[in-house]
Protein backbone atom coordinates (compact mmCIF):
# COMPACT_ATOMS: atom_id res chain seq x y z
CA UNK A 1 0.00 0.00 0.00
CA UNK A 2 1.39 3.54 -0.95
CA UNK A 3 2.42 5.83 1.51
CA UNK A 4 0.67 8.46 3.17
CA UNK A 5 1.58 11.97 3.97
CA UNK A 6 1.03 11.08 7.91
CA UNK A 7 -0.79 8.06 9.72
CA UNK A 8 -2.82 8.50 12.79
CA UNK A 9 -2.47 5.14 15.18
CA UNK A 10 -3.64 3.63 17.88
CA UNK A 11 -6.77 5.95 19.04
CA UNK A 12 -9.84 5.59 19.47
CA UNK A 13 -11.54 7.11 16.49
CA UNK A 14 -15.06 8.66 16.62
CA UNK A 15 -16.75 7.91 13.40
CA UNK A 16 -20.18 8.46 12.19
CA UNK A 17 -20.79 5.41 12.53
CA UNK A 18 -19.57 4.84 16.45
CA UNK A 19 -16.04 4.81 18.34
CA UNK A 20 -13.48 2.51 16.84
CA UNK A 21 -9.89 1.61 16.97
CA UNK A 22 -8.91 2.03 13.65
CA UNK A 23 -6.08 3.88 11.87
CA UNK A 24 -6.37 6.95 9.84
CA UNK A 25 -4.46 8.15 6.50
CA UNK A 26 -3.75 11.68 5.18
CA UNK A 27 -2.70 13.00 2.30
CA UNK A 28 -3.24 16.23 0.77
CA UNK A 29 -4.40 17.70 3.87
CA UNK A 30 -7.79 14.95 3.56
CA UNK A 31 -8.70 12.03 5.24
CA UNK A 32 -7.61 9.44 2.60
CA UNK A 33 -8.17 6.39 4.24
CA UNK A 34 -9.68 4.84 7.76
CA UNK A 35 -9.10 1.54 8.13
CA UNK A 36 -7.74 -1.59 10.77
CA UNK A 37 -5.04 -0.61 12.82
CA UNK A 38 -1.74 -1.58 11.74
CA UNK A 39 -2.48 -1.95 7.86
CA UNK A 40 -1.12 1.95 6.92
CA UNK A 41 2.12 3.59 6.39
CA UNK A 42 3.14 6.99 6.78
CA UNK A 43 5.86 9.44 5.56
CA UNK A 44 5.16 10.52 9.04
CA UNK A 45 3.05 8.35 11.95
CA UNK A 46 1.52 9.86 15.01
CA UNK A 47 0.66 7.69 17.73
CA UNK A 48 -2.48 8.28 19.46
CA UNK A 49 -2.80 6.02 21.73
CA UNK A 50 -4.57 6.25 24.66
CA UNK A 51 -6.25 9.28 22.57
CA UNK A 52 -9.61 9.95 22.02
CA UNK A 53 -9.55 11.59 18.39
CA UNK A 54 -12.39 13.16 17.41
CA UNK A 55 -13.28 15.31 13.99
CA UNK A 56 -12.64 19.11 14.45
CA UNK A 57 -15.59 21.02 16.27
CA UNK A 58 -17.78 23.08 14.10
CA UNK A 59 -18.89 26.64 15.89
CA UNK A 60 -21.39 27.80 13.81
CA UNK A 61 -22.61 31.21 16.16
CA UNK A 62 -19.61 33.59 17.00
CA UNK A 63 -19.12 37.18 17.78
CA UNK A 64 -15.12 38.35 16.87
CA UNK A 65 -16.22 41.52 17.01
CA UNK A 66 -14.39 42.44 13.96
CA UNK A 67 -14.93 45.05 12.55
CA UNK A 68 -15.93 47.77 14.62
CA UNK A 69 -15.69 46.42 18.48
CA UNK A 70 -11.71 44.85 18.80
CA UNK A 71 -11.56 46.27 22.05
CA UNK A 72 -13.38 43.04 23.02
CA UNK A 73 -11.96 40.36 20.12
CA UNK A 74 -10.70 40.26 16.88
CA UNK A 75 -10.07 36.84 14.13
CA UNK A 76 -6.76 36.44 15.28
CA UNK A 77 -7.22 36.17 18.55
CA UNK A 78 -11.13 34.35 18.60
CA UNK A 79 -9.20 32.15 16.37
CA UNK A 80 -6.52 30.82 18.36
CA UNK A 81 -9.18 30.78 21.04
CA UNK A 82 -11.15 28.03 18.97
CA UNK A 83 -8.09 26.53 17.65
CA UNK A 84 -6.80 25.47 21.15
CA UNK A 85 -10.05 24.32 22.14
CA UNK A 86 -10.34 22.16 19.58
CA UNK A 87 -13.15 24.19 17.07
CA UNK A 88 -11.21 24.06 13.56
CA UNK A 89 -14.09 26.20 12.08
CA UNK A 90 -15.97 28.92 13.17
CA UNK A 91 -18.90 31.16 11.42
CA UNK A 92 -18.99 34.80 12.45
CA UNK A 93 -22.02 36.92 12.93
CA UNK A 94 -22.72 40.32 11.09
CA UNK A 95 -23.67 42.53 14.06
CA UNK A 96 -20.02 44.27 13.37
CA UNK A 97 -19.47 47.69 12.75
CA UNK A 98 -20.20 48.69 10.41
CA UNK A 99 -23.15 45.50 10.30
CA UNK A 100 -22.93 43.16 7.33
CA UNK A 101 -26.21 43.49 5.34
CA UNK A 102 -24.01 44.48 1.72
CA UNK A 103 -21.95 43.04 -0.54
CA UNK A 104 -19.59 46.04 0.00
CA UNK A 105 -18.97 45.14 3.67
CA UNK A 106 -19.19 42.00 3.46
CA UNK A 107 -16.12 41.92 0.92
CA UNK A 108 -14.31 44.62 3.22
CA UNK A 109 -14.98 42.53 6.24
CA UNK A 110 -13.93 39.54 4.35
CA UNK A 111 -10.76 41.21 3.43
CA UNK A 112 -9.98 42.05 6.70
CA UNK A 113 -10.23 38.76 8.56
CA UNK A 114 -8.64 36.66 5.69
CA UNK A 115 -5.22 36.76 6.85
CA UNK A 116 -5.49 36.57 10.98
CA UNK A 117 -7.38 33.37 11.07
CA UNK A 118 -5.99 30.11 12.75
CA UNK A 119 -8.88 28.22 11.68
CA UNK A 120 -11.53 27.97 8.79
CA UNK A 121 -14.02 30.18 8.96
CA UNK A 122 -17.37 31.63 6.70
CA UNK A 123 -19.15 34.45 7.66
CA UNK A 124 -22.79 34.89 8.06
CA UNK A 125 -24.95 38.13 5.92
CA UNK A 126 -27.10 40.02 7.77
CA UNK A 127 -30.01 42.32 7.30
CA UNK A 128 -33.71 42.63 5.48
CA UNK A 129 -32.17 44.43 1.91
CA UNK A 130 -32.81 41.61 -0.04
CA UNK A 131 -31.79 43.05 -3.45
CA UNK A 132 -27.89 42.18 -1.65
CA UNK A 133 -28.70 39.04 -0.90
CA UNK A 134 -27.35 37.32 -4.01
CA UNK A 135 -24.51 39.15 -4.02
CA UNK A 136 -23.18 38.34 -0.54
CA UNK A 137 -24.09 35.03 -1.37
CA UNK A 138 -21.87 35.20 -4.58
CA UNK A 139 -18.86 36.20 -2.06
CA UNK A 140 -19.59 33.33 0.24
CA UNK A 141 -22.29 34.18 2.87
CA UNK A 142 -22.65 30.76 4.52
CA UNK A 143 -26.24 32.10 5.61
CA UNK A 144 -28.55 34.81 6.82
CA UNK A 145 -28.76 36.36 10.40
CA UNK A 146 -31.74 38.16 11.50
CA UNK A 147 -32.78 39.19 14.96
CA UNK A 148 -36.73 39.06 15.96
CA UNK A 149 -35.38 41.56 19.37
CA UNK A 150 -34.92 45.05 19.10
CA UNK A 151 -31.18 46.65 20.82
CA UNK A 152 -31.07 46.06 24.68
CA UNK A 153 -28.92 48.89 24.76
CA UNK A 154 -28.56 52.16 22.29
CA UNK A 155 -24.68 52.15 21.82
CA UNK A 156 -25.29 48.57 19.77
CA UNK A 157 -24.99 50.65 16.45
CA UNK A 158 -25.59 47.57 14.43
CA UNK A 159 -28.91 46.79 15.99
CA UNK A 160 -31.66 49.25 13.50
CA UNK A 161 -29.99 47.35 10.40
CA UNK A 162 -30.50 43.69 11.32
CA UNK A 163 -33.59 43.76 12.88
CA UNK A 164 -37.12 42.52 11.72
CA UNK A 165 -39.32 45.56 11.53
CA UNK A 166 -42.37 44.08 11.25
CA UNK A 167 -43.93 40.60 10.27
CA UNK A 168 -44.09 41.11 6.59
CA UNK A 169 -40.73 41.84 6.17
CA UNK A 170 -39.40 38.77 7.67
CA UNK A 171 -41.77 36.70 5.69
CA UNK A 172 -39.98 38.55 2.65
CA UNK A 173 -36.96 37.87 4.14
CA UNK A 174 -37.12 34.24 4.23
CA UNK A 175 -38.53 33.82 0.68
CA UNK A 176 -35.68 35.67 -0.16
CA UNK A 177 -33.14 32.89 1.66
CA UNK A 178 -35.40 30.30 0.30
CA UNK A 179 -34.44 31.13 -3.05
CA UNK A 180 -30.93 30.63 -2.04
CA UNK A 181 -30.95 28.13 -0.42
CA UNK A 182 -29.54 29.46 3.00
CA UNK A 183 -30.22 28.50 6.28
CA UNK A 184 -31.55 31.66 8.36
CA UNK A 185 -30.44 31.83 11.75
CA UNK A 186 -32.82 33.35 13.74
CA UNK A 187 -32.52 35.29 17.83
CA UNK A 188 -36.07 34.28 18.89
CA UNK A 189 -37.48 37.11 21.05
CA UNK A 190 -41.18 38.72 21.47
CA UNK A 191 -39.74 42.29 22.10
CA UNK A 192 -42.63 43.58 23.69
CA UNK A 193 -43.02 41.05 26.12
CA UNK A 194 -39.02 40.41 27.15
CA UNK A 195 -39.39 44.28 27.72
CA UNK A 196 -42.19 44.29 29.85
CA UNK A 197 -40.27 41.23 31.83
CA UNK A 198 -37.93 43.40 32.30
CA UNK A 199 -39.62 46.30 33.20
CA UNK A 200 -41.00 44.27 36.05
CA UNK A 201 -38.32 43.02 37.25
CA UNK A 202 -36.26 46.61 37.85
CA UNK A 203 -39.13 48.40 39.51
CA UNK A 204 -39.28 45.86 41.96
CA UNK A 205 -35.73 46.87 42.73
CA UNK A 206 -34.76 43.31 41.65
CA UNK A 207 -30.68 42.99 41.39
CA UNK A 208 -30.67 39.58 41.30
CA UNK A 209 -28.63 37.99 38.11
CA UNK A 210 -30.97 35.28 38.26
CA UNK A 211 -33.89 37.35 37.46
CA UNK A 212 -31.57 39.23 34.08
CA UNK A 213 -31.56 35.37 32.71
CA UNK A 214 -35.07 34.71 33.54
CA UNK A 215 -35.99 37.94 31.78
CA UNK A 216 -35.58 36.59 28.35
CA UNK A 217 -37.39 33.72 29.58
CA UNK A 218 -41.36 34.89 29.31
CA UNK A 219 -43.14 31.38 28.70
CA UNK A 220 -45.42 33.71 26.66
CA UNK A 221 -42.50 34.86 24.47
CA UNK A 222 -42.27 31.23 22.98
CA UNK A 223 -45.09 32.41 20.79
CA UNK A 224 -42.44 33.70 18.80
CA UNK A 225 -40.40 30.33 17.92
CA UNK A 226 -44.17 29.54 16.69
CA UNK A 227 -44.54 32.29 14.50
CA UNK A 228 -40.99 32.36 13.10
CA UNK A 229 -41.59 28.61 12.11
CA UNK A 230 -44.95 29.26 10.46
CA UNK A 231 -43.36 31.73 8.33
CA UNK A 232 -40.50 29.80 7.83
CA UNK A 233 -42.61 27.05 6.56
CA UNK A 234 -44.99 29.05 4.29
CA UNK A 235 -41.68 30.84 2.68
CA UNK A 236 -39.82 27.23 2.36
CA UNK A 237 -37.15 28.33 4.15
CA UNK A 238 -34.79 26.40 6.26
CA UNK A 239 -34.83 27.85 10.42
CA UNK A 240 -31.84 27.76 12.52
CA UNK A 241 -32.96 28.73 16.08
CA UNK A 242 -29.98 30.53 17.84
CA UNK A 243 -28.93 29.88 21.82
CA UNK A 244 -32.62 27.54 21.89
CA UNK A 245 -32.04 28.18 25.91
CA UNK A 246 -31.94 32.25 26.12
CA UNK A 247 -36.29 31.38 25.63
CA UNK A 248 -38.05 29.27 28.14
CA UNK A 249 -38.07 25.59 28.31
CA UNK A 250 -41.29 25.89 26.67
CA UNK A 251 -39.30 26.50 23.13
CA UNK A 252 -38.49 23.11 23.88
CA UNK A 253 -42.22 21.82 22.96
CA UNK A 254 -42.45 24.69 19.92
CA UNK A 255 -39.80 23.33 18.32
CA UNK A 256 -40.94 19.64 18.26
CA UNK A 257 -44.29 20.84 17.18
CA UNK A 258 -43.07 22.69 14.52
CA UNK A 259 -41.44 20.11 12.65
CA UNK A 260 -44.10 18.33 13.70
CA UNK A 261 -45.76 20.66 11.21
CA UNK A 262 -43.82 20.16 8.26
CA UNK A 263 -41.26 23.48 9.58
CA UNK A 264 -37.39 22.86 8.46
CA UNK A 265 -36.37 23.55 11.61
CA UNK A 266 -32.76 23.41 13.57
CA UNK A 267 -31.85 24.13 16.96
CA UNK A 268 -28.52 25.22 18.42
CA UNK A 269 -27.54 25.65 22.43
CA UNK A 270 -25.61 27.19 24.24
CA UNK A 271 -23.31 24.73 26.20
CA UNK A 272 -25.56 24.23 29.26
CA UNK A 273 -22.94 24.45 31.66
CA UNK A 274 -23.47 26.89 34.31
CA UNK A 275 -25.88 26.75 37.60
CA UNK A 276 -28.11 29.10 39.06
CA UNK A 277 -26.03 28.35 42.11
CA UNK A 278 -22.81 29.38 40.54
CA UNK A 279 -24.67 33.11 39.78
CA UNK A 280 -23.92 34.71 43.68
CA UNK A 281 -20.19 34.30 42.46
CA UNK A 282 -20.42 34.73 39.03
CA UNK A 283 -22.64 37.84 38.76
CA UNK A 284 -23.35 39.67 35.50
CA UNK A 285 -20.38 37.01 34.51
CA UNK A 286 -22.43 34.46 34.17
CA UNK A 287 -25.78 36.20 32.28
CA UNK A 288 -27.42 35.15 30.44
CA UNK A 289 -27.24 31.59 30.28
CA UNK A 290 -27.50 30.09 33.51
CA UNK A 291 -30.38 28.22 34.90
CA UNK A 292 -31.40 26.40 37.37
CA UNK A 293 -30.39 22.54 37.80
CA UNK A 294 -33.20 20.83 36.87
CA UNK A 295 -33.62 22.98 33.68
CA UNK A 296 -29.55 22.25 32.99
CA UNK A 297 -30.72 18.41 32.89
CA UNK A 298 -33.84 18.77 30.33
CA UNK A 299 -31.52 20.65 28.20
CA UNK A 300 -28.93 17.66 28.56
CA UNK A 301 -31.61 15.22 27.70
CA UNK A 302 -32.67 17.02 24.50
CA UNK A 303 -29.14 16.86 23.15
CA UNK A 304 -28.92 13.47 23.50
CA UNK A 305 -32.16 12.83 22.47
CA UNK A 306 -31.58 14.73 19.49
CA UNK A 307 -34.23 17.08 20.15
CA UNK A 308 -31.69 20.10 20.10
CA UNK A 309 -29.01 19.64 16.64
CA UNK A 310 -26.27 21.82 17.52
CA UNK A 311 -24.17 23.08 20.28
CA UNK A 312 -22.79 26.42 19.70
CA UNK A 313 -21.46 29.37 22.03
CA UNK A 314 -22.59 32.15 21.12
CA UNK A 315 -18.99 33.39 21.78
CA UNK A 316 -19.89 36.91 23.06
CA UNK A 317 -16.52 38.42 24.43
CA UNK A 318 -17.26 41.36 26.15
CA UNK A 319 -14.06 43.02 28.18
CA UNK A 320 -13.90 42.55 31.77
CA UNK A 321 -14.58 46.57 32.68
CA UNK A 322 -18.11 46.20 30.88
CA UNK A 323 -19.40 42.98 32.83
CA UNK A 324 -17.73 43.95 36.33
CA UNK A 325 -19.81 47.29 35.47
CA UNK A 326 -23.13 45.39 36.46
CA UNK A 327 -21.24 43.86 39.86
CA UNK A 328 -23.76 45.58 42.10
CA UNK A 329 -26.56 45.92 38.82
CA UNK A 330 -26.03 43.33 36.70
CA UNK A 331 -28.91 45.17 34.67
CA UNK A 332 -26.22 47.58 33.71
CA UNK A 333 -24.30 44.82 32.01
CA UNK A 334 -24.51 43.13 28.63
CA UNK A 335 -25.21 39.73 28.13
CA UNK A 336 -22.86 37.18 26.77
CA UNK A 337 -19.75 35.76 27.53
CA UNK A 338 -16.66 33.91 25.92
CA UNK A 339 -17.09 30.20 24.99
CA UNK A 340 -15.45 29.42 21.92
CA UNK A 341 -12.00 27.57 23.83
CA UNK A 342 -14.07 25.83 26.77
CA UNK A 343 -16.94 24.41 24.35
CA UNK A 344 -15.56 21.03 23.41
CA UNK A 345 -13.84 20.46 26.59
CA UNK A 346 -17.07 20.71 28.22
CA UNK A 347 -18.84 18.16 25.95
CA UNK A 348 -15.99 15.90 26.20
CA UNK A 349 -16.40 15.86 30.36
CA UNK A 350 -20.21 15.54 30.00
CA UNK A 351 -19.22 12.69 27.76
CA UNK A 352 -16.62 11.17 30.01
CA UNK A 353 -18.91 11.60 32.82
CA UNK A 354 -22.03 9.94 30.43
CA UNK A 355 -24.68 12.48 29.94
CA UNK A 356 -24.17 12.20 26.38
CA UNK A 357 -22.47 9.99 24.24
CA UNK A 358 -19.47 9.95 22.27
CA UNK A 359 -21.75 9.80 18.93
CA UNK A 360 -24.15 12.46 20.16
CA UNK A 361 -20.67 14.44 20.92
CA UNK A 362 -20.06 14.35 17.57
CA UNK A 363 -23.38 14.85 15.90
CA UNK A 364 -23.79 17.86 17.66
CA UNK A 365 -20.41 19.36 17.37
CA UNK A 366 -19.22 18.51 13.85
CA UNK A 367 -21.78 16.36 12.13
CA UNK A 368 -25.06 18.10 12.23
CA UNK A 369 -23.18 22.05 11.90
CA UNK A 370 -21.92 20.60 8.82
CA UNK A 371 -25.23 19.48 7.43
CA UNK A 372 -26.83 22.05 8.04
CA UNK A 373 -24.45 24.89 6.76
CA UNK A 374 -23.15 22.81 3.56
CA UNK A 375 -20.02 22.53 4.68
CA UNK A 376 -19.37 18.87 3.03
CA UNK A 377 -15.79 19.06 3.81
CA UNK A 378 -15.64 19.30 7.19
CA UNK A 379 -17.75 17.59 10.34
CA UNK A 380 -16.76 13.99 9.79
CA UNK A 381 -13.44 11.36 9.94
CA UNK A 382 -14.52 10.31 6.43
CA UNK A 383 -12.10 9.51 3.59
CA UNK A 384 -12.16 13.04 1.19
CA UNK A 385 -13.03 14.66 3.73
CA UNK A 386 -10.75 17.07 5.33
CA UNK A 387 -8.04 15.96 7.99
CA UNK A 388 -9.53 18.08 11.13
CA UNK A 389 -8.81 16.12 13.85
CA UNK A 390 -8.49 16.99 17.67
CA UNK A 391 -6.87 14.44 19.67
CA UNK A 392 -8.15 13.82 23.12
CA UNK A 393 -6.60 12.39 26.39
CA UNK A 394 -9.40 10.82 28.20
CA UNK A 395 -7.81 10.09 31.44
CA UNK A 396 -6.16 13.91 32.49
CA UNK A 397 -7.97 16.41 34.40
CA UNK A 398 -7.75 19.71 33.96
CA UNK A 399 -8.75 22.89 35.40
CA UNK A 400 -9.98 25.74 33.25
CA UNK A 401 -7.20 28.82 34.17
CA UNK A 402 -8.56 31.96 32.40
CA UNK A 403 -5.14 33.72 32.27
CA UNK A 404 -3.98 31.02 29.92
CA UNK A 405 -6.93 31.23 27.76
CA UNK A 406 -6.80 33.19 23.98
CA UNK A 407 -9.75 34.99 23.55
CA UNK A 408 -8.92 39.18 23.95
CA UNK A 409 -11.26 39.49 26.67
CA UNK A 410 -9.38 37.94 29.40
CA UNK A 411 -11.52 36.40 31.44
CA UNK A 412 -14.22 33.10 31.51
CA UNK A 413 -17.21 32.39 33.85
CA UNK A 414 -15.62 28.54 33.70
CA UNK A 415 -12.98 30.18 35.54
CA UNK A 416 -11.53 27.30 38.01
CA UNK A 417 -13.54 24.59 36.72
CA UNK A 418 -12.00 21.10 36.79
CA UNK A 419 -12.50 19.49 33.67
CA UNK A 420 -12.10 15.60 32.85
CA UNK A 421 -10.40 15.07 29.35
CA UNK A 422 -7.77 16.89 28.36
CA UNK A 423 -7.13 18.36 24.73
CA UNK A 424 -3.55 17.41 23.81
CA UNK A 425 -3.68 18.44 19.89
CA UNK A 426 -5.85 20.05 17.71
CA UNK A 427 -5.00 19.35 13.39
CA UNK A 428 -6.34 21.91 10.65
CA UNK A 429 -6.29 20.13 7.03
CA UNK A 430 -3.34 18.05 8.23
CA UNK A 431 -1.30 20.75 9.93
CA UNK A 432 -0.73 20.68 13.60
CA UNK A 433 -2.66 23.84 14.99
CA UNK A 434 -2.41 23.98 18.26
CA UNK A 435 -1.00 21.44 21.16
CA UNK A 436 -1.52 21.07 24.97
CA UNK A 437 -3.89 24.51 24.98
CA UNK A 438 -0.81 26.96 22.70
CA UNK A 439 -0.82 27.83 19.16
CA UNK A 440 1.96 26.12 17.08
CA UNK A 441 1.46 26.90 13.67
CA UNK A 442 4.16 29.29 12.25
CA UNK A 443 1.18 31.71 10.94
CA UNK A 444 -2.56 31.58 10.59
CA UNK A 445 -4.03 28.91 7.85
CA UNK A 446 -7.60 29.47 8.15
CA UNK A 447 -9.09 29.96 4.63
CA UNK A 448 -12.75 31.23 4.26
CA UNK A 449 -15.33 28.31 3.53
CA UNK A 450 -18.45 28.43 1.30
CA UNK A 451 -21.58 26.43 1.28
CA UNK A 452 -21.32 23.35 -1.12
CA UNK A 453 -24.06 22.58 -4.02
CA UNK A 454 -25.58 19.60 -3.32
CA UNK A 455 -24.54 15.77 -4.20
CA UNK A 456 -25.49 14.71 -7.37
CA UNK A 457 -26.97 11.39 -7.38
CA UNK A 458 -23.30 9.67 -8.36
CA UNK A 459 -21.69 11.79 -5.33
CA UNK A 460 -23.99 10.38 -2.66
CA UNK A 461 -23.77 6.83 -3.80
CA UNK A 462 -20.01 7.29 -3.09
CA UNK A 463 -20.44 9.42 0.20
CA UNK A 464 -22.90 6.55 1.77
CA UNK A 465 -20.35 3.66 0.45
CA UNK A 466 -18.03 5.46 2.59
CA UNK A 467 -20.19 5.63 5.65
CA UNK A 468 -21.28 1.95 5.03
CA UNK A 469 -17.72 0.57 4.88
CA UNK A 470 -16.99 2.21 8.14
CA UNK A 471 -20.31 0.35 9.52
CA UNK A 472 -19.13 -2.60 8.13
CA UNK A 473 -15.53 -2.08 10.05
CA UNK A 474 -17.54 -1.86 13.44
CA UNK A 475 -19.26 -4.80 12.71
CA UNK A 476 -16.82 -7.52 12.41
CA UNK A 477 -13.17 -8.10 11.91
CA UNK A 478 -10.46 -6.78 13.85
CA UNK A 479 -11.81 -3.31 14.51
CA UNK A 480 -14.12 -3.52 16.46
CA UNK A 481 -17.17 -0.68 18.73
CA UNK A 482 -15.61 0.69 21.79
CA UNK A 483 -16.55 2.56 24.79
CA UNK A 484 -14.94 5.28 25.55
CA UNK A 485 -17.53 7.10 28.76
CA UNK A 486 -16.18 6.62 32.10
CA UNK A 487 -17.60 7.47 35.45
CA UNK A 488 -16.09 8.66 38.98
Known amino acids: MSDFDLVIRNGVVALPAGAARVDIGIMAGKVAAVTDQGNLKGTEVLDASGMLVFPGAIDMHVHFREPGFEDKEDFLHGTAAAACGGVTTICDMPNTH????????????????????????????????????????????????????????????????????????????????????????????NSAIDEAAREDYQTSGSVDPMDVCCSFRSPESVEALS???????????????????????AALDALVEARNRGAKVTAEIVPPALSFEELPRLGAMGIPFAHAPGELDRYWNALAMGVIDVVATDHAPHTRAEKEAGRANPWKAPPGYPGVETSLPILVDAM?????????????????????????????????????????????????????????????????????????????????????????AARPLGQQLRRMRPLNETESRIARGSTGQLRRLLRGGKTSKVPVTTSR
Open 227 to 249: RAALFARLAGARLHIAHISLNAL
Open 98 to 189: PPVTSPDRFAEKLARVSKSAHVDFALWAGGVRIEHFAAMDELGAIGLKVYMNRALRAMEPYAGELAMPDDATFVKTLKAAAGLDWPVSVHVA
Open 352 to 440: LHNRISIEVLVKVMSENPARILGLESKGAILPGRDADLVLVDPEADWVVDETRLHSKSGWSPFQGRRLKGRLRLTMLRGNVIARDGEIT
